[in-house]
């Protein structure tokens, strides 16, 4: 049998484009998955909880955390009971903008003195970020943050952080890194026109703030999440979300019909270029059951990152729903991680194996410094 999906979408942290805001510096967004239509099937059930502790709304902010205990069993139950499964996606401000530069100045579509194998290859592409990232300082990453969001190609300003960030790699102990980086920025100084490093447009603009990319990462997990199930997603609700409404509709609309195609990243499995398709989204001017939930599941979630200690029923709640959801972390601690377990994927490198090694790295090196001087 093929269920039909739902999903219900909240929000948390959101700063629009002043992403170094030090009261907020995360941005958290949530869904909540079930077979059904929660706010159909499901609605009288909270109701029920709701009447009984006399609150008319779920909103855990207001409520705090005595009153989620006092009701917490219950929702534990209902999401229990619902078949509920979430999916969360943190992005570190911050690291969103060390992430962003090193996308614009790094990749070898637009940079030609990088080779694909080096930012394609997951492994090599982080451990070249990590390096990079030591190098950026929160003026550096504002100034360029401004230059992004920018309709014109700033160059004079652009080559004055790359300068600062040449003459500050000198100090990167890997010889090798120091190369690239070097031989990567000193290209995009001489070439400032093949560098895109701007937005001229405000749907391009939204499309580098944290909601947007949260929200993509959402799109991905609601469609994972429906290749589980063998379902279709139906309906996908967000809260109310006026700054972005018309971009958050338009991005559904866009891969919700992308070509139905996979592709094969390394280290990265398959990823399907279209997703939740057929699927309806709105964005909703009233709270509804469904995004009450997902409303209080994103606050226990978010606290629980921050190290914040639960207990009793309330302790119970957050576990199952930690036990039931998936994530997604932008940020250079997850990058981090995320290189040490792709490195610890390696087959052993036999001997038989270095040679032809050797012959690919040269050839690719003679073609990236030919690439340099065209």
Not at 30 to 43: L, P, R, V
Not at 137 to 147: A, G, H, K, P, S
Not at 265 to 283: A, H, I, R, W, Y
Not at 325 to 337: F, L, R, T, V, W
Request: a neutral charge; one cysteine or more; glycine letters at 4%.
């Amino acid at each position: 049998m093929r269920y039909t999906m739902y999903a219900y979408i909240d929000e948390t942290g959101n700063t629009g484009k002043n992403i170094f805001d030090s009261n907020q510096p995360v941005f958290w967004i949530g869904a909540m998955m079930t077979y059904h239509d929660f706010d159909k099937e499901w609605s009288n059930d909270l109701k029920a909880i709701l009447n009984s502790h006399k609150v008319s709304e779920l909103h855990a902010t207001k409520l705090g955390i005595n009153n989620i205990e006092k009701m917490a069993k219950s929702l534990k139950e209902l999401i229990q009971n619902a078949g509920a499964k979430f999916f969360f996606a943190r992005i570190i401000k911050r690291d969103l903008a060390a992430f962003k530069f090193f996308d614009t100045f790094f990749d070898p579509g637009e940079n030609n003195a990088l080779s694909q194998y080096q930012y394609n290859l997951r492994p090599l592409r982080l451990l070249l970020l990590s390096k990079v990232s030591i190098l950026l300082d929160d003026i550096m990453l504002q100034n360029f943050w401004e230059i992004l969001l920018s309709k014109n190609n700033q160059e004079i300003e652009i080559q004055k952080i790359l300068e600062k960030i040449i003459d500050r790699s000198q100090y990167i102990p890997d010889e090798r890194s120091r190369q690239l980086i070097h031989d990567a920025l000193t290209w995009a100084i001489k070439n400032p026109k093949a560098i895109d490093a701007s937005s001229y447009s405000k749907q391009a603009r939204q499309i580098h703030m944290p909601n947007m990319v949260g929200f993509t990462a959402l799109m991905r997990g609601i469609h994972d999440q429906s290749k589980a199930w063998n379902s279709q997603v139906e309906k996908i609700k967000h809260d109310r979300q006026d700054q972005f409404k018309t971009s958050l509709i338009d991005w559904h609309n866009l891969f919700s019909n992308f070509d139905p195609i996979s592709i094969q990243l390394p280290f990265e499995g398959t990823m399907d270029m279209q997703v939740v398709p057929n699927s309806k989204f709105s964005v909703e001017a009233n709270s509804t059951p469904g995004l009450e939930v997902i409303d209080t599941a994103l606050w226990i979630v978010q606290r629980n990152f921050c190290g914040e200690k639960f207990t009793g029923k309330c302790e119970r709640l957050r576990k199952y729903i930690m036990a039931n959801s998936s994530y997604y972390d932008m940020s250079m601690e997850n990058a981090e991680k995320t290189f040490i377990s792709d490195v610890n994927k390696f087959d052993p490198i036999t001997s038989d194996r270095i040679q032809p090694a050797m012959m690919f790295l040269k050839r690719e090196e003679n073609q990236r410094v030919s690439r340099m001087h065209i």
